[in-house]
């Protein structure tokens, strides 16, 4: 039997998924190894290989959500780069855009930036905006700057950015030239590749980002390779983008900006495919890991995104306002909010007495509490244990034993007695606290952009997802929840779904009214020939291969654009003008009919078609793994009101199609799923537990 493995990376624990063609799961969780994650993958891999006989030869397909990326840009752990750039443009990454994401915060400092000013150089060129050359490039200077980059100490990637380089990227190719004759192996990153799209700051910054991180990305994926061969691995590693689809290893490795947030993407293309499966159109989706809770929505089966990302901003709560606390890449992405509430966020008291929950978090080194690694300030985790929301003994299948009196003695003495609260109290304070952080997430995907979020069902995942929702659910009036399968696991098991896809986009700026449709359409042909090529080399044959067009519209005048499919045809500017103001006003109020539309980009989406469906028609749960003892029961705390309770606990077997109502405790290898009293559950297709509230 042949399996195809998803593997993603947390920032406690790492995911490890199998599954084969008829819907079988094997599942491994096991915790983070930040001194080198491909460690903990070639970990995890080989323990479900002991555990159930495998060997290398069966595995088809590796598919990966990655931090690495990320963790390079927040930790500040990329190569040193320089960055070569038109003369007079230098200060452009510095200057940025004229946004603050606190607009009332004095104390607010723009990030130190990716590139020293030092390593800035210029070049004496000029491109106009329509690619015409109006300043030749000074060879003689050129040939100098790049010996002075080349010298510069420990440099190991170089960004080129000319000014109007997305119109005509020549001059930035011959800089490239240069560097080659003089350096083979040192990475060079042009805008003109790896954004060909008009605004400098956006352009030079995201290209920056992409050669900051390119060497250490490159280096991991390398590592995992081997680590995976070593393991009889000769399968494809493909990678998850932010965007939603899947890519091969020597493209992430040349564009690592498209891997910036592939595993909360994950999480919401699995999402997606379970109300497909459901039969329902829309969701929320909520995602609660060690470190962080994130939230999306799916509106028509489908979800949203977004045009850029700021890295290391600080958490995301989606505003469209509030940005520039970060690096800015103009990549797309699956719009996801974020707030720093997981398992492990640390609870504090701030300096007016107040319980706080995050953003630190234990992460998975030392970890919660009662994980006995040598922390000792209490965390969600260890006021879930003492609540008897998650047992003792039963973390991970019972391979993870946790402390309780360790737990107990930090939420005493650091919440409960300085609040003057019994330690049932200040466990359930802290609990109350987490959730109105995480709703914090679910108000930004939903009620900010005047969404319903009653009108909703929310689908919960994520080690710590399923044993708030509840309470989360009922503080938002929320009536259903779905938790999918093997949901402690589940954005690896996401990771499975997704199809291959390569984004391409390029600058064509005009009026609506005066497109030419035989240029745009030599456009699209071009990005198309590109796409081919891409899929081509990741084995996908020409008649496998699908494209997706796409413009981004705005009013003239407007600073941001939204993206529409495009179709030719003799009426198509009357289409996009209609579908463009619907856009307009669904996203933000208000259309104006009298005011001129402009496209600004063309995008293309490039989609490997696989021979058969990515997804099994049913789904096969992981045996073997120790669950909740048959008739077993737990004390557990549902507020004042009622108090402790006697509360069965039961496998997710044990939940047929009929109701069952709570107190309920369902506890599984990979998470655990609270049902309080006024809530009930039964089990649907493809093994989904649907929860719902009494009387709705």
Same mark, same amino acid.
């Given at each position: 039997m042949k399996y195809r493995i998803g593997v993603d990376i947390g920032g406690t624990f790492t995911d490890v998924v199998f599954l084969a063609e008829n819907g079988l799961t094997l599942t491994a969780k096991l915790p983070s190894t930040p001194d080198d994650y491909s460690r903990g993958i070639a970990d995890g891999v080989a323990a479900i290989f002991r555990d159930h006989g495998l060997k290398g030869e069966q595995v088809s397909e590796v598919l990966h959500g990655t931090t690495i990326a990320t963790n390079a840009i927040l930790e500040k752990k990329g190569v040193r780069t320089a960055l070569i750039t038109t003369d007079g443009f230098a200060d452009v990454l510095e200057i940025r855009r004229l946004r603050m994401p606190l607009l009332y915060d004095l104390a607010w400092r723009k990030p130190a930036t990716l590139v020293d000013r030092a390593h800035r150089f210029e070049v004496p060129e000029r491109i106009d905006h329509q690619g015409a050359i109006e300043r030749p490039l000074d060879e003689g200077h050129a040939a100098r700057i790049v010996d002075r980059a080349l010298a510069v100490d420990g440099i190991e990637a170089i960004a080129i950015c000319l000014l109007n380089a997305y119109a005509n990227g020549a001059h930035e190719r011959r800089l490239r030239a240069l560097i080659r004759e003089r350096n083979a192996d040192i990475a060079v990153c042009l805008s003109s590749e790896v954004l060909p799209e008009i605004k400098e700051y956006e352009r030079t910054s995201t290209t920056v980002v992409n050669? +900051?991180?390119?060497?250490?990305?490159? %280096?991991?994926?390398?590592?995992?390779?081997?680590?995976?061969?070593?393991?009889?691995?000769?399968? @494809?590693?493909?990678?998850?983008?932010?965007?939603?689809?899947?890519?091969?290893?020597?493209?992430?490795?040349?564009? #690592?900006?498209?891997?910036?947030?592939?595993?909360?993407?994950?999480?919401?293309?699995?999402?997606?495919? =379970?109300?497909?499966?459901?039969?329902?159109?829309?969701?929320?989706?909520?995602?609660?890991?060690?470190?962080?809770?994130?939230?999306?929505? =799916?509106?028509?089966?489908?979800?949203?995104?977004?045009?850029?990302?700021?890295?290391?901003?600080?958490?995301?709560?989606?505003?469209?306002?509030?940005?520039?606390?970060? +690096?800015?890449?103009?990549? @797309?992405?699956?719009?996801?909010?974020?707030?720093?509430?997981?398992?492990?966020?640390?609870?504090?008291?701030?300096?007016?007495?107040?319980?706080?929950? &995050?953003?630190?978090?234990?992460?998975?080194?030392?970890? #919660?509490?009662?994980?006995?690694?040598?922390?000792?300030?209490?965390?969600?985790?260890?006021?879930?244990?003492?609540?008897?929301?998650?047992?003792?003994?039963?973390?991970? &299948?019972?391979?993870?034993?946790?402390? +309780?009196?360790?737990?107990?003695?930090?939420?005493?003495?650091?919440?409960?007695?300085?609040?003057?609260?019994?330690?049932?109290?200040?466990?359930?304070?802290?609990?109350?606290?987490?959730?109105?952080?995480?709703?914090?997430?679910?108000?930004?995907?939903?009620?900010?952009?005047?969404?319903? @979020?009653?009108?909703?069902?929310?689908?919960?995942?994520?080690?710590?997802?399923?044993?708030?929702?509840?309470?989360?659910?009922?503080?938002?009036?929320?009536?259903?929840?779905?938790?999918? #399968?093997?949901?402690?696991?589940?954005?690896?098991? %996401?990771?499975?779904?997704?199809?291959?896809?390569?984004?391409?986009?390029?600058?064509?700026?005009?009026?609506?009214?005066a497109l030419d449709l035989a240029e745009i359409e030599n456009l699209f042909r071009t990005c198309e020939r590109e796409g081919s090529a891409a899929l081509g080399s990741e084995g996908y044959a020409a008649g496998r291969v699908a494209f997706g067009r796409f413009v981004d519209m705005r009013y003239a005048g407007e600073n941001s654009e939204l993206t529409l499919p495009f179709e030719a045809g003799p009426e198509v500017a009357a289409e996009l003008r209609g579908a463009f103001d619907r856009a307009h006003e669904r996203a933000y109020g208000y259309c104006s009919q009298e005011e001129i539309v402009e496209v600004v980009n063309i995008r293309l989406i490039a989609t490997g078609l696989s021979e058969t469906s990515r997804v099994p028609a049913q789904l096969e749960p992981p045996g073997g793994r120790p669950i909740a003892s048959e008739n077993a029961q737990r004390r557990a705390y549902f507020g004042r009101d009622p108090g402790w309770l006697e509360t069965p606990v039961v496998g997710r077997q044990a939940i047929g199609p009929g109701e069952t109502e709570g107190p309920l405790i369902i506890e599984e290898y990979d998470c655990t799923t609270v049902v309080p009293p006024g809530w009930r559950v039964r089990r649907d297709d493809w093994e989904v537990l649907v929860i719902t509230a009494t009387g709705s």
């Open positions: 050669a +900051y991180i390119q060497p250490v990305v490159a %280096g991991y994926l390398s590592a995992l390779e081997g680590r995976l061969r070593d393991l009889g691995i000769a399968a @494809p590693i493909l990678v998850m983008q932010s965007n939603g689809g899947a890519m091969g290893v020597a493209a992430a490795s040349a564009r #690592p900006i498209h891997i910036i947030e592939s595993g909360p993407a994950a999480g919401v293309v699995g999402a997606a495919e =379970i109300i497909h499966r459901l039969g329902h159109a829309d969701a929320l989706t909520f995602d609660m890991g060690g470190t962080t809770a994130k939230a999306s929505i =799916i509106e028509g089966g489908g979800f949203n995104r977004v045009g850029a990302l700021d890295v290391g901003g600080g958490i995301n709560l989606s505003g469209r306002l509030l940005t520039g606390g970060g +690096y800015h890449v103009r990549v @797309p992405a699956i719009d996801i909010a974020e707030v720093g509430a997981g398992g492990g966020s640390l609870l504090v008291l701030d300096a007016g007495g107040g319980l706080k929950v &995050g953003p630190q978090s234990a992460g998975a080194d030392p970890g #919660p509490v009662c994980y006995d690694l040598g922390n000792d300030t209490p965390t969600v985790t260890d006021a879930n244990v003492l609540l008897g929301y998650i047992s003792p003994s039963h973390l991970v &299948g019972g391979e993870l034993k946790l402390n +309780y009196d360790k737990a107990a003695a930090a939420v005493n003495d650091r919440l409960a007695v300085p609040l003057g609260l019994s330690i049932e109290a200040a466990a359930h304070g802290a609990h109350i606290v987490a959730n109105a952080t995480m709703a914090r997430a679910l108000r930004a995907v939903s009620s900010d952009r005047g969404r319903d @979020p009653r009108e909703f069902s929310l689908i919960a995942f994520g080690g710590s997802g399923s044993v708030h929702a509840a309470s989360l659910c009922a503080s938002l009036d929320i009536h259903q929840i779905i938790v999918p #399968p093997v949901s402690g696991v589940f954005s690896a098991l %996401g990771l499975l779904f997704p199809a291959t896809e390569h984004h391409y986009v390029q600058t064509h700026k005009r009026a609506l009214t």
